[in-house]
């Protein structure tokens, strides 16, 4: 009996110490890696990423994430070939990646922001505070077919003649020198960073956004974009990855001053410290606005965009509804 006693005990040992070795195993499991690659230089737009990783939000979902910027290939070209699994797009720039003979496998799959923030900065007090006051003033042009047709639709539609605005080519790096030194008159610009420069700087200035003339240009810029096969093919890390990444913005939703200084610690080249605390503040009441579902697009507002497109031919093929965009992978 005693003999007995002890073999059952030793056995308990055994499956006691395998069960630790199983579970000490399982918790050595690599993470899953993870390529994000940005549109551009680290900005406000990309708080909650930073803070996401900063704060270990990938790391508890078992991802190790990498971000880096684009070189020589554009965002979408480096997720659609594979070279990255997520970035940074715009619906505008979006285009050619998600239609047409040259279509990739991308997809946006959450909005940064809810609506389009975007709309034409001047000096205060010259009569640009509204489109029509364009005609007869320096614009500095993109030369981008959907800028300009944009440009037009909202001068038009505020009784202006398109016609009379001068066009010039833009080569604007700091749109505060632009328009201090009168190099232009009126600038495109993001106002959660280059309007809010001005404020930083102390300059007056007028400005009007498009979605507020125009509720079709209320797009999606910027979006997260997903490579599609591997998402598919990967749907549970894709999940994990953008449930972290609500967890970053929502973080910088609460906190933009605390999710300022993770950006600043994480792009120490920003060392405008108060331009990036007022654009922080600016942002985190755009980044889920009036939705309570963090990233989430709308179809009608989307297909509302790519429609108007289409009806005005700035794209060599139709875009057909509900293409380059998905909420599936998007936590509830």
């Keep these: ?45 990309h708080t909650g990423l ?54 990739m496998p991308v997809t946006a799959v959450a ?13 205060k007090g ?12 320096k614009y500095a042009t993109w ?27 833009s080569n604007v790096t700091d749109e505060v020198s632009a328009l201090q030194s ?17 404020e930083v700087a102390g300059l007056a200035t007028d400005y009007f956004a498009f979605k507020d003339i125009d509720p079709v240009f209320d797009y999606y810029t910027p979006v997260v ?10 749907p549970e890390e894709a999940k994990k990855f953008l449930t972290a990444l609500r967890k970053g913005y929502e973080f910088a939703v609460d906190d933009p001053d605390g999710a300022a200084e993770i950006l600043l610690k994480a792009a120490p080249e920003l060392d405008n410290g108060d331009l990036v605390k007022k654009s922080q503040q600016y942002l985190s009441a755009q980044y889920k ?3 309570t579902r963090w990233g989430y697009i709308d179809p009608a507002r989307w297909n509302r965009f790519y429609n108007w497109i289409n009806e005005n031919k700035l794209f060599d093929v139709e875009i057909p509804e509900n293409t380059g965009f998905t909420n599936d992978y998007l936590p509830e």
């Design 1 to 45: 009996m005693k003999k007995r006693i002890i073999s059952i005990v030793l056995a308990c040992a055994v499956l006691i110490s395998a069960a630790t070795v199983f579970a000490g195993c399982k918790k050595k499991t690599n993470p899953s890696k993870i390529t994000f690659v940005l549109d551009w230089a680290p900005n406000t737009n």
């Design 50 to 103: 930073y803070v996401a990783q900063e704060n270990g939000y990938f790391k508890e979902a078992g991802l190790d994430v990498e971000i880096v910027q684009p070189a020589e290939d554009a965002a979408e070209a480096m997720v659609g070939t594979g070279q990255a699994q997520f970035g940074v797009s715009f619906q505008d720039s979006l285009i050619p990646t998600i239609a047409g003979d040259n279509k």
């Design 111 to 123: 909005a940064l922001l809810q609506h389009n923030t975007s709309g034409i900065i001047s000096r």
């Design 126 to 137: 010259e009569g640009m505070d509204s489109p029509k006051g364009l005609e007869g003033k």
């Design 143 to 169: 030369d981008l077919p959907i800028e300009k047709a944009t440009l037009q639709q909202v001068v038009e539609k505020d009784g202006g003649d398109f016609s009379k605005v001068q066009l010039i080519p």
């Design 182 to 198: 009168k190099q232009v008159d009126a600038i495109w610009i993001f106002y959660g960073w280059a309007g809010i420069a001005t």
């Design 225 to 234: 974009i997903g490579n599609t096969d591997w998402m598919s093919a990967h």
């Design 289 to 291: 606005a009036e939705v």
